[in-house]
């Protein structure tokens, strides 16, 4: 059976067809009563879903763009039933699909065709928390919200934060090397994981039966035991890494440690409209100089996204456009109904926002720098919030941008790194050559650019009434392309998934590709792990 993964595309080179073509791997079992009947008995049937209306969560990701067919979705409460679960998956051949809340955004979350899919949403508990070094150990299940909330309790928050947090899960979060809104100031997961426990398909021979002290994982060898709350621990290679990003593909994480940061006693949050994307850079490089210490973010989001964002989500408003003005022209360069320069309107808005310990050093601190930024120039107007909720409100803009591109229609996403100063010339440039191909606004075409500029992030977007194949092909490889020449990447922070697995070897050379290739071989030999995603096929 040969399925056309109608989105999940990449054009090479030298290959020039439009649909990456995925086969199902014939060497995998196929899900039968005896195996539903094993995993009732292991997991009682409240943990074993089959019912086809109640899998079709299960089976279409959060943009509703990939669909899978999984007949059987499991919600494991325990490492040890995992371990139970995947050493029948193993014996079985049945592939699987680990899934944390669905919010992926690169079709790596939902089976592509009939694999097991392995929930971790009954795995939600909190295992503990030190509350003189901030360490917290989850379950892989715990929704980043509420171990936001439970951290904000004690005095700490989560190191990160972004707009699924709601329904988003650690395991979910740590398996994708999740970003996000404040990595500019916490840094990446690779920094803030302390400790990791993972289920592997396949035991370790020579390693079954060993004890858990110090690490070393028991059972039969397929529990590897990393999960420690030590802020320094230098003892040879850092197997965690490996599951930080590895998306689902070396096996499932299920719990993980975490340091937290103090939750800081002032906030401040600026709104900032610029007047053009070098503007916006300039704005950036006076904050990272004035506001240094206490930066806790920086993000843009030109004009399309912002009436996106206004337009299309209740209650969500831009208060720099008084009176509702519509906006348009300049980095936004055209979207439906657009005036150009109504009130207010600007073609970018920034948001800079501080954490720190003394609201009115602070507070002065972002004054001096808002005079330094609209004394030169790079800012033409601003607001400051003045309250806890006018701080949502404004994060509101930035965060409902994804969620407004889906309501308006199809998208095509892109989230790529690239040199801060010049990452807009993509926008530009990617719109320019969609509108001489009858791709404008006119035909309702838009292409918005926004993300996180502290990190070198954008996320590079293209809004359609639908789905087109000509229009697909005019936005790949051009995009891939142009990120491998600029020396960027093609994931910054969403991953490989199904999405790019074809294109990895855009920013990966041939022998990063094959070592990663080879580990897969080692911890997965039978292929069982979230098969079709992140690795490109073996060249025949
Ligand atoms: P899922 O979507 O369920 O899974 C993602 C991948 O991880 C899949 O490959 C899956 O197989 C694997 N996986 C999940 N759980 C496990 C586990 N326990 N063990 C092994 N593998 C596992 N991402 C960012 O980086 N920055 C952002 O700012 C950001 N903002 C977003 C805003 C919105 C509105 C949405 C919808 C998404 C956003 N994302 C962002 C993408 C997404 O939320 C993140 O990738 C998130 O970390 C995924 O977590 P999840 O629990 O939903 O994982
Ligand atoms: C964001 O920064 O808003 C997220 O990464 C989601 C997206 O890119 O749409
Ligand atoms: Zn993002």
């Known amino acids: 059976m040969l ?79 995992v371990s139970e679960l995947l050493r029948y998956c193993y014996s079985r051949r049945l592939a699987v699909v680990p899934q944390g809340g669905n919010t992926g955004l690169v079709g790596g979350s939902v089976p592509v065709f009939d694999e097991v899919v392995v929930s971790t949403a009954a795995m939600n508990r909190v295992l503990e928390f030190d509350e003189v070094s901030g360490t917290l150990v989850a379950q892989a299940g715990a929704v980043l919200q509420s171990l936001d909330e439970y951290a904000g309790q004690r005095g700490f928050m989560m ?11 650690i395991g979910g979060n740590v398996s994708t090397n999740a970003g996000g809104l404040r990595l500019v100031r916490y840094g990446s997961l690779h920094g803030s994981v302390l400790g990791l426990q993972v289920v592997l398909p396949q035991p370790l021979a020579g390693a079954a039966g060993a004890g858990s002290g110090g690490g070393g994982g028991g059972g039969d060898g397929r529990v590897l035991d990393l999960l420690r709350t030590l802020r320094k621990d230098n003892t040879g290679y850092d197997l965690k890494q490996l599951f930080i990003g590895a998306e689902g593909t070396l096996g499932i994480i299920t719990a993980v440690a975490i340091q937290c940061a103090p939750r800081p006693a002032s906030v401040q949050l600026a709104l900032l409209a610029c007047p053009s994307f070098p503007a916006v850079t300039a704005a950036l490089r006076t904050a990272r100089r004035m506001l240094g210490e206490v930066l806790s973010a920086v993000e843009f989001l030109d004009s399309p996204c912002s009436h996106l964002a206004t337009a299309h989500l209740e209650g969500v408003r831009n208060p720099l456009l008084q009176g ?8 936004g360069g055209g979207g439906e109904g657009v005036t150009h320069g109504s009130v207010g309107s600007a073609p970018f808005y920034m948001l800079v ?12 601190k972002m004054e001096r720098f808002l005079e330094a930024v609209m004394g030169d120039g790079s800012v033409v107007d601003g607001t400051l919030a003045a309250s806890e909720a006018q701080a949502k409100s404004i994060w509101r803009l930035r965060e409902g941008v994804s969620e407004a591109l889906v309501r308006r229609g199809a998208v095509y996403k892109y989230d ?46 293209i809004s359609a009434p639908r789905y087109d194949d000509g229009l697909l092909s005019l ?40 070592l990663m290739r080879r580990i897969k071989e080692v911890v997965d030999p039978y292929g069982i792990m979230n098969p079709y995603k992140v690795l490109p096929p073996r060249p025949a």
């Open 3 to 81: 399925a056309r993964i109608g989105r999940a595309t990449c054009v090479s080179a030298s290959q020039r067809f439009l649909h990456v073509a995925v086969e199902r791997n014939a060497a995998f079992g196929q899900i039968s009563e005896k195996d539903v009947a094993f995993f009732e008995q292991l997991l009682g049937a409240g943990g074993v879903v089959t019912d086809p209306d109640a899998l079709e969560p299960f089976n279409r990701d959060w943009q509703k763009k990939y669909v899978g067919n999984t007949k059987v979705a499991l919600r494991p409460r325990t490492t040890e039933q």
């Open 159 to 169: 190191p990160l934060d972004l707009g699924a947090k709601g329904s988003c899960h």
């Open 324 to 331: 509702g003005a519509a906006e348009g022209g300049g980095g």
């Open 353 to 364: 926002e501080t954490h720190g310990s003394d609201a009115d050093h602070d507070q002065q």
């Open 416 to 461: 790529v790194s690239l040199p801060t100063s010049s990452m807009y010339e993509l926008v530009e440039a990617l719109r320019a050559r969609l509108a001489a191909a009858g791709f404008g606004a006119d035909a309702g075409v838009l292409v918005v650019g926004y993300g996180h500029i502290g990190d070198g992030n954008l996320h590079l977007n």
């Open 475 to 514: 936005i790949e490889p051009y995009v891939y392309e142009y990120v491998s020449r600029h020396n960027g990447s093609i994931s910054a922070e969403h991953g490989i998934g199904l999405m790019k697995a074809q294109c990895l070897s855009y920013s990966k050379g041939p022998v990063a590709v094959e």
